[in-house]
């Protein structure tokens, strides 16, 4: 089953919509999303009870809706890795400060991962299939296979699909004791090549309108997904793969250099005639920085860059019709998008 | 293509094990007590369902290095019984595992949080290292080496249907082999001062479907089913205890936390599951409610019942007041009590019931009773408006 990207709403530290592409600056170790002005999307009393996940999650999906020129949507599938934390982080430190009294619940309300998905169909009106996925990093990619599956059975439905993370000061304080982030004095974007410092954490979302059916609006096409637990092998790419013929590796890494040239390595040996691409300096690095590469990998086979250079990629005039994202979060997991352009 | 049951594992207030859960529901013990295992200004009133076993019994009973979560210890218990009660013996099939969970790692989150609200650089970073869902799941899932696919679903209170959905969709569009799938939560701090927060927990043990309902009880536990294919099933010559024939998942999109006042996000999901297992209301046996005890839900799932089955509505009872409302957990027990209900051919019954709701007349089952049972429906609903609705058949090949 293949997914067709009609329309693209994503929220992210860089922008994404323009013709140029350029790498944002980080904040010590961090990269923040440029968010747009929100009451031009949701109702004043609407934003004054929403966390960032939320206004972020939602306006990217409305975007998707407009891009797409839709009315309404069949289904609304999420994925997210840590969810709603700063409703969850707001709620726990209420239950500390007053010690179990007179909380408000409106923290707790909007603390489930499925907030994000529920208040998109509220807001749609959409009462079909909804689904949250919630499994670390690859809560995006298991989103899409849902989204397969589903079409599979109702080829005519129109989906919204999305991935969608928040950055928490306390989250990132948690993180960086794992030493998950680079030094954050050192100042400065991630690198393109043989990044040795550590992640630059990151956030985003990023919401897809979604079809069974190829179209006149169909920006690009999703041929199949395939996620990873632990050590990747060149078998597991070669065998997932088939003999496809891939323009472009687009790579997320996590600031590990040696790690990073294996892959590399690896992807070279796998496909000598595709260019290697990175992403993750552009988004910084979440459980669902995923959904952000599908989108910069969707606008790219939808040749709406003057050039690629901020993502490393040199071999100018090619043609770029297929694309594998591969994306690494830390050591724990791995996943492949294979992506075509329509 | 079928999707069989051939192994169930539950651990709950009412018992550590398939038999122990059937004899309470058969013997009308329920499990709701003062909350005594969590520290707070709850404890030795509030009444929920907690599982009386601590989590360094679990620990070492599973032979585990390390300090894992209470959710992950309760997954693991329901799971392990699962597997070993499957029958599976090949080891080349692909295994995959989805769970459902809403609080995840919270309950040793919110251990870490008060000494890391005061410092950030204070609490031991064990209590957080399985904050996350996934995390939970991974744990589960290492330890049964059911790792071939492993997810976990946060739908609110319907995470666990949603789970047992998502399963029977691999192994229908052949990612797995065998997918082990329901839920499991921990009782938390956090999901009892929110309940609380929302005034609706009930200071006494829960009336669920009940006129004088006035809220419900928390609970903990863990249930999964074991799904095969046709494929497995014959290769392993197995019996199918019971197929999964049909299954609903829709949206209310009326309110954060509140039901739609005619129940046409949970009508929807229950018309789903029965056209999708390609029968009539009046084939439906037994309904296992969500019936969690608030005004709310009872009302507007009682109302979507009487829509949806006119005159025709089977034997229905909430089971949660024997077990207490397990969120994200719910959806995985209850269809292991729906799958002893055909396995037993019986039905459940709904305790502490005196009074219809006036507006529905329903009035569920009250006692145990043993009766043909040939399909079972199982509701799950969730904040944010997740509504899920799920059919579990006898097998009648060959009867």
């Given at each position: 089953?293949?997914l067709?990207?009609?329309?693209?709403?994503?929220?992210?530290?860089?922008?994404?919509?323009?013709d140029?592409?350029?790498?944002?600056?980080?904040?010590?170790?961090?990269?923040?999303?440029?968010?747009?002005?929100?009451?031009?999307?949701i109702s004043?009393q609407?934003?004054?009870?929403?966390?960032?996940i939320?206004?972020?999650?939602?306006?990217?999906a409305l975007?998707?809706?407009?891009?797409a020129?839709?009315?309404?949507?069949?289904a609304?599938?999420?994925g997210t890795?840590?969810?709603?934390?700063?409703d969850?982080?707001?709620?726990?430190?209420?239950?500390?400060?007053?010690?179990?009294?007179?909380?408000?619940?409106?923290?707790?309300?909007?603390?489930?991962?499925?907030?994000?998905?529920?208040?998109i169909?509220?807001?749609?009106?959409c009462?079909?299939?909804?689904?949250?996925?919630?499994?670390?990093?690859?809560?995006?990619?298991h989103?899409?296979?849902?989204?397969?599956?589903v079409?599979d059975e109702?080829?005519?439905?129109?989906?919204?699909?999305?991935g969608?993370d928040?950055?928490t000061?306390?989250?990132?304080?948690?993180?960086?004791?794992?030493?998950?982030?680079?030094?954050?004095?050192?100042?400065?974007?991630?690198?393109?090549?043989?990044?040795?410092?550590?992640?630059?954490?990151?956030?985003?979302a990023?919401?897809?309108a979604?079809?069974?059916?190829?179209?006149?609006?169909?920006?690009?096409?999703?041929?199949?997904i395939?996620?990873?637990?632990?050590?990747?092998?060149?078998?597991?790419?070669?065998s997932?793969?088939?003999?496809t013929?891939?323009?472009?590796?687009?790579?997320?890494?996590?600031?590990?250099a040696?790690i990073?040239q294996?892959?590399?390595k690896?992807?070279?040996?796998i496909?000598?005639?595709?260019?290697?691409?990175?992403?993750?300096?552009?988004?910084?690095?979440?459980?669902?920085?995923?959904a952000?590469?599908?989108?910069?990998?969707?606008?790219?086979?939808?040749?709406?860059?003057?050039d690629l250079?901020s993502?490393?990629?040199?071999?100018h005039?090619?043609?770029?019709r297929?694309?594998?994202?591969?994306?690494?979060?830390f050591?724990?997991s791995?996943?492949?998008?294979?992506m075509?352009?329509? | 293509?079928?999707?069989?049951?051939?192994?169930a594992?539950?651990?709950s207030?009412i018992?550590?094990?398939?038999?122990?859960?059937?004899?309470?529901?058969?013997?009308?013990?329920?499990?709701?007590?003062?909350?005594?295992?969590?520290?707070?200004?709850?404890?030795?009133?509030?009444p929920?369902?907690?599982?009386a076993?601590?989590?360094?019994?679990?620990?070492?009973?599973?032979?585990?290095?390390?300090?894992?979560?209470?959710?992950?210890?309760?997954?693991?218990?329901?799971a392990?019984?699962?597997?070993?009660?499957?029958?599976?013996?090949?080891t080349?099939?692909?295994?995959?595992f989805v769970?459902g969970?809403?609080?995840?790692?919270?309950?040793?989150?919110?251990?870490?949080f008060?000494s890391f609200?005061?410092?950030?650089?204070a609490?031991?970073?064990?209590?957080?290292?399985?904050?996350?869902?996934?995390?939970?799941?991974n744990v589960?899932?290492?330890?049964?080496?059911?790792?071939?696919?492993?997810?976990?679903?946060?739908?609110a209170?319907?995470?666990?249907?949603?789970?047992?959905?998502?399963?029977?969709?691999?192994?229908?569009h052949?990612?797995?082999d065998?997918?082990?799938?329901g839920?499991?939560?921990?009782?938390?701090?956090?999901?009892?001062n929110?309940?609380?927060?929302?005034?609706?927990?009930?200071?006494?043990?829960?009336?669920?479907?009940?006129?004088?309902?006035?809220?419900l009880?928390?609970?903990?536990?863990?249930?999964?089913?074991l799904?095969?294919?046709?494929?497995?099933?014959?290769?392993?010559g197995?019996?199918?205890?019971?197929?999964?024939?049909?299954?609903g998942?829709t949206?209310?999109?009326?309110?954060?936390?509140?039901?739609?006042?005619?129940?046409?996000?949970s009508?929807?999901?229950?018309?789903?599951?029965?056209?999708?297992?390609?029968?009539?209301p009046?084939?439906?046996n037994?309904i296992?409610?969500?019936?969690?005890?608030?005004?709310?839900n009872?009302?507007?799932?009682?109302?979507?019942?009487?829509?949806?089955?006119?005159?025709?509505?089977p034997?229905?009872?909430?089971?949660?007041?024997?077990?207490?409302?397990?969120?994200?957990?719910?959806?995985?027990?209850?269809?292991?009590?729906?799958?002893?209900?055909?396995?037993r051919?019986c039905?459940?019954?709904?305790?502490?019931?005196?009074?219809?709701?006036?507006?529905t007349?329903?009035?569920?089952?009250?006692?145990?009773?043993?009766?043909?049972?040939?399909h079972?429906m199982?509701?799950?609903?969730?904040?944010?408006?997740?509504?899920?609705?799920i059919i579990?058949?006898?097998?009648m090949?060959?009867?």
């Open positions: 089953m293949r067709y990207i009609d329309a693209i709403g994503t929220i992210a530290p860089c922008q994404l919509f323009g140029k592409l350029e790498v944002p600056e980080a904040d010590g170790n961090v990269l923040k999303c440029i968010e747009p002005d929100y009451s031009a999307w004043p609407s934003i004054r009870r929403m966390s960032r939320l206004k972020m999650g939602t306006t990217s975007m998707a809706i407009r891009q020129s839709l009315t309404e949507v069949d609304v599938i999420t890795g840590y969810g709603c934390i700063e969850t982080t707001s709620f726990l430190t209420k239950i500390t400060e007053l010690e179990e009294n007179a909380l408000n619940p409106t923290p707790f309300m909007q603390s489930t991962h499925n907030t994000i998905g529920s208040l169909a509220l807001l749609l009106q009462r079909g299939y909804n689904q949250t996925f919630v499994h670390g990093s690859h809560s995006f990619e989103a899409l296979l849902d989204a397969m599956f079409l109702q080829p005519a439905l129109k989906i919204l699909i999305g969608v928040e950055w000061e306390s989250s990132h304080a948690i993180h960086s004791r794992f030493g998950k982030y680079r030094r954050p004095d050192i100042d400065g974007s991630m690198t393109l090549v043989n990044e040795s410092r550590g992640a630059v954490a990151g956030e985003g990023s919401f897809f979604i079809a069974g059916r190829r179209s006149s609006v169909s920006k690009s096409m999703i041929e199949s395939k996620t990873f637990i632990g050590p990747i092998k060149a078998h597991d790419v070669s997932f793969l088939n003999d013929h891939v323009d472009l590796v687009l790579c997320g890494f996590s600031g590990n040696r990073d294996e892959i590399e690896l992807m070279a040996a496909f000598p005639h595709a260019a290697i691409g990175r992403f993750k300096h552009l988004c910084g690095e979440f459980t669902t920085a995923s952000f590469a599908v989108a910069l990998a969707s606008r790219i086979l939808a040749n709406s860059y003057n250079a993502i490393g990629y040199q071999q005039g090619n043609p770029i297929t694309i594998l994202v591969y994306n690494r979060y050591a724990e791995h996943s492949l998008i294979l075509r352009a329509c | 293509m079928a999707i069989h049951i051939t192994g594992g539950v651990v207030s018992g550590h094990n398939y038999e122990q859960c059937f004899n309470s529901l058969v013997n009308g013990s329920h499990g709701i007590k003062p909350l005594s295992r969590i520290d707070s200004r709850f404890a030795g009133s509030l929920v369902g907690e599982v076993v601590s989590n360094e019994m679990m620990t070492s009973q599973f032979g585990l290095q390390k300090v894992v979560t209470r959710t992950a210890l309760l997954g693991i218990h329901a392990a019984e699962a597997v070993q009660s499957a029958g599976i013996t090949g080349n099939w692909r295994k995959g769970s969970t809403t609080v995840g790692g919270m309950d040793r989150s919110e251990f870490f008060p609200l005061k410092d950030r650089e609490g031991d970073l064990r209590d957080v290292v399985h904050h996350g869902c996934g995390s939970v799941t589960i899932a290492e330890h049964i080496g059911f790792t071939d696919f492993v997810t976990t679903i946060n739908t209170c319907s995470s666990s249907v949603n789970a047992i959905i998502y399963a029977s969709k691999l192994i229908k052949g990612i797995v065998i997918a082990l799938a839920g499991t939560d921990a009782l938390t701090r956090f999901t009892i929110g309940f609380k927060s929302l005034m609706i927990l009930d200071e006494e043990p829960c009336r669920p479907f009940d006129a004088r309902r006035a809220g009880n928390l609970g903990e536990g863990a249930g999964y089913l799904l095969v294919s046709d494929k497995v099933l014959e290769a392993e197995l019996v199918s205890r019971g197929i999964i024939t049909g299954f998942n949206n209310d999109a009326y309110h954060q936390t509140a039901s739609s006042p005619d129940g046409r996000g009508f929807a999901a229950m018309q789903e599951a029965l056209q999708a297992a390609s029968i009539s009046g084939d439906v037994y296992n409610l969500h019936g969690t005890g608030t005004v709310n009872d009302l507007s799932e009682g109302r979507a019942i009487n829509r949806l089955f006119n005159d025709n509505v034997a229905i009872s909430s089971t949660k007041s024997f077990t207490g409302h397990t969120l994200g957990a719910c959806g995985g027990i209850e269809a292991v009590f729906s799958l002893m209900a055909l396995e051919q039905v459940f019954g709904n305790l502490r019931f005196t009074e219809p709701i006036h507006e007349g329903l009035s569920p089952q009250r006692e145990f009773s043993a009766r043909p049972v040939n079972v199982s509701n799950s609903f969730g904040f944010g408006g997740n509504c899920s609705s579990l058949s006898r097998n090949k060959g009867q």
